[in-house]
């Protein structure tokens, strides 16, 4: 048996953990069968408690764009660990990251650390609320930001993936606040604007999605949500915990050249260690404690590790500027050759890509631009998909509502395990 090990580890989780996981996309529900228990990474590569190896397109949902293990980060890491693992209390580390994210990312002045995405996107939508003095937040189907209770209205990823988006537990007060829009519809936006009127304090969104698939922005999308922020008196949140040092080093502001006046950031800013922040010009950041009035606090933010290993990992990929153009180009070539390996077959595909971003549908729309568009694929022929690959050496994400993520240990040995699976696969 493939998974042997594998499926009794989960047995003995399901005893001891919810669903035998600590999030819940992690239990393969949505493709079925028993969750690979990974023991180790390096490069490229996963290798699960049977001492199979994987290529890893998930790359810890994101966060690594240098590979696993990369020796200069780890070597780093393992030397800041000797000085003590958490002081809570200032450290010099904490403004180097801050300079460096501040001297990357354009139209921020001052950054606040935390420990997730959901922290990030979280506090963002509290000092938006508390700079304009108004409630409401308008957020797009399909997009994630976390799972705070304003976010879990029809939410991506793993909410979507389980087709229950309203989650329990979330009041109608919390709700009511959260006006939604389908993504790339300019429309739909101003109407909640026009019925509305002076009540909404932010839009936020995902400036490339990838919590329902990857879905792209359409010409003049972002564009359109930053001009009705500016006729409205609203902040325009960039919830780049994606594509933050990913899709540019400025992330997407700088890559499409949009600017936001509040940006989140988790992954790659932390090198694979619990990090998130949110950064915004100071006149914004000046209302957040101890400054201002809006609080915000973390007992392990700016956590000494995870400061050096974000720093770490943001200075491989800034003093590498070619970093951006390689992994670019391994998912460029990912999406030509498995969008003609699957025509040749008269496998009916559609692949979205941007940068080192990418998503396969199954379907014969030609468009996929929202989350109606991701629901209408055909997730059976992904969830097959995803077992063949996996069968063959490949990891791919466990939902037909995700993104994959290219690293730049993927290389053309990778890339050629990858295409050989998929001439191989079946529908
Ligand atoms: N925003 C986006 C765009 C994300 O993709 C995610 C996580 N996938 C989050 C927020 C939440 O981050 P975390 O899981 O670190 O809380």
């Known amino acids: 048996m493939l998974y042997q090990r594998s499926s009794a580890l989960f047995k003995d989780a399901q005893e001891y953990i919810p669903g035998g996981v600590n999030s819940p996309v992690r239990a393969f529900k949505s493709v079925g069968g028993t969750p690979i228990f990974i023991k180790k990474a390096e490069g490229a590569y996963i290798y699960d408690e049977d001492g199979r190896a994987y290529v890893d397109y998930i790359n810890s949902w994101g966060p690594m764009i240098v590979g696993h293990t990369h020796p200069e980060v780890l070597s780093a890491t393992v030397e800041q660990m000797k000085n003590g693992f958490s002081f809570g209390t200032p450290t010099e580390l904490e403004t180097e990251i801050a300079k460096l994210i501040t001297s990357v990312v354009p139209n921020i ?37 976390g799972h705070s209770d304003s976010f879990l209205i029809k939410a991506g990823s793993g909410a979507a993936t389980f087709g229950n988006p309203n989650s329990p537990g979330v009041t109608q007060g919390t709700a009511k606040d959260t006006l939604l829009a389908e993504y790339n519809n300019l429309d739909e936006v101003k109407a909640l604007f026009e ?24 010409k003049g999308f972002l564009e359109g949500l930053r001009q009705i922020c500016d006729e409205n008196g609203a902040l325009l949140i960039f919830d780049e915990v994606m594509t933050g040092f990913r899709q540019a080093m400025g992330g997407s502001q700088e890559r499409l050249n949009i600017k936001a006046d509040i940006v989140t950031f988790g992954k790659v800013i932390g090198g694979g260690f619990p990090v998130g922040a949110f950064a915004a010009r ?41 970093l951006f153009t390689r992994i670019d180009k391994a998912t460029e070539t ?25 998503s396969l549908f199954f379907t014969k729309q030609d468009e996929i631009n929202n989350f109606t568009a991701v629901t209408k694929c055909n997730h059976d022929s992904f969830n097959k998909f995803f077992h063949h690959l996996l069968a063959n050496g490949v990891y791919l994400a466990p939902s037909g509502y995700e993104t994959w993520f290219i690293s730049d240990a993927i290389k053309d040995t990778e890339i050629n395990k990858t295409l050989d699976a998929v001439r191989s696969f079946e529908i």
């Open 195 to 218: 019925n509305n009127k002076d009540q909404i304090a932010a839009i936020i969104v995902e400036p490339i999605a990838g919590n329902m698939g990857c879905i792209l922005p359409e």
């Open 109 to 145: 002045d001052m950054v606040r650390m935390v420990n997730s995405g959901t922290e990030a996107c979280m506090s963002a939508i509290r000092l938006a609320r508390g700079y304009t003095n108004r409630d409401k937040i308008v957020k797009f189907e399909g997009c994630y930001h």
């Open 334 to 358: 990912l999406d030509v050759e498995i969008s003609k390996i699957l025509a040749e077959k008269g496998i009916a595909n559609k692949i979205n890509r941007l940068g080192s971003m990418m």
């Open 282 to 322: 100071r006149e914004i950041m000046n209302h957040l404690a101890p400054l201002g009035p809006v609080y915000q606090a973390g007992t392990l933010s700016g956590n000494p590790i995870a400061m050096r290993a974000g720093i770490t990992t943001l200075n491989i990929i800034n003093n590498d500027r070619e």
